[in-house]
């Protein structure tokens, strides 16, 4: 499964972004066994990909990505394929960061074995966890851009395994 690409597009910024998009907005709005079924048709390169993006996609606002690291590591248990995903691409520097984030959710909410339920209003009514958030927004943000211009630059080097020019 290749994205179909215009000429044009092969030296976008958002190459990595183009080279799975239209697997994401397939299965968007559908069910887990959906988005699991396309998943499982991907190479690991187009996984770590699927993951990333659907993830970072989810990280416009800090509250979104305070809510969305949540989401992903407590309930869709997806946080270990993003990672395997960006070790894929060779990025250390970005599993870093994950691995703090993981840290700041677990060690937030994490009772025990058991999840509390996490809202997006918790930042506003802790300020310690809404500096630790900050901080780590601000460093995924830039973990973030170099890991996409790296992922466009691997997906250059290999374009057959990603893409086919339309």
């Given amino acids: 499964m290749k994205a179909g690409l215009r000429p044009e ?21 559908r069910d887990m066994a959906a988005k699991t079924e396309i998943y499982r048709q991907l190479h690991e390169g187009q996984q770590g990909l699927f993951l990333f993006y659907s993830y970072h996609n989810h990280t416009k606002s800090l509250a979104e990505f305070y809510w969305f690291s949540a989401y992903n590591i407590t309930q869709i ?6 990672k395997n995903g960006m070790r894929f691409f060779h990025l250390d520097e970005m599993v870093t960061v994950l691995d703090q984030i993981e ?17 997006a209003t918790d930042l506003e009514k802790d300020p310690i966890l ?10 995924y943000q830039l973990v973030a851009e170099a890991a996409i211009i790296h992922m466009n630059k691997v997906i250059l080097q290999n374009q057959e395994m990603y893409l086919e020019v339309e």
């Fill in 9 to 29: 597009d092969i030296h976008s910024k958002q190459l990595s972004w183009l080279c799975i998009e239209p697997m994401l907005v397939s299965v968007r709005g």
């Fill in 77 to 82: 248990k997806s946080w270990n394929g993003i």
């Fill in 130 to 139: 809404l500096q630790r958030t900050e901080a780590l927004y601000a460093a």
């Fill in 103 to 119: 840290s700041l959710i677990t060690d937030q909410n994490k009772v025990g074995e058991e999840w509390r339920e996490v809202l």
